[in-house]
Nanobody, 113 residues
């Protein structure tokens, strides 16, 4: 399974980005999925998760600003990020919530102040 995250970029504080994730070689349906991020010098952390019943959870610092969603018909996972802050700067990765697959390269999100 190859995971491909995309949609990152450079944005000013207060701006928005929408990340997408596709998986080659696997169907995302039936899995609890998640977005993770890793900032320079820090450990990778869970940002948001979604299960097949559309139940979502979020890291406290992104609640109300980030929205995770999935489209099983298109085999994609998304993360809408609004009101971005410099502390959101990181490489963002997608995977199952239990980290079933090898990590992809991720997508860089840089938020300038």
């Amino acid at each position: 399974v190859q995971l491909q995250a995309s949609g990152g970029g450079l944005v000013q504080a207060g701006g928005s980005l929408r990340l997408s994730c596709t998986a080659s070689g696997a169907l995302l349906s039936g899995y609890a999925l998640a977005w993770f991020r890793q900032a320079p010098g820090k450990q990778r952390e869970l940002v948001a998760s979604i299960v097949s019943g559309r139940i979502t959870t979020y890291k406290d610092s992104v609640k109300g600003r980030f929205t995770i969603s999935r489209d099983d018909a298109k085999n994609t996972l998304s993360l809408q990020m609004d009101s971005l802050k410099p502390e959101d700067t990181a490489v963002y990765f997608c995977n199952t919530l239990t980290i079933s697959w090898r990590w992809g390269q991720g997508t860089q999100v840089t938020v300038s102040s």
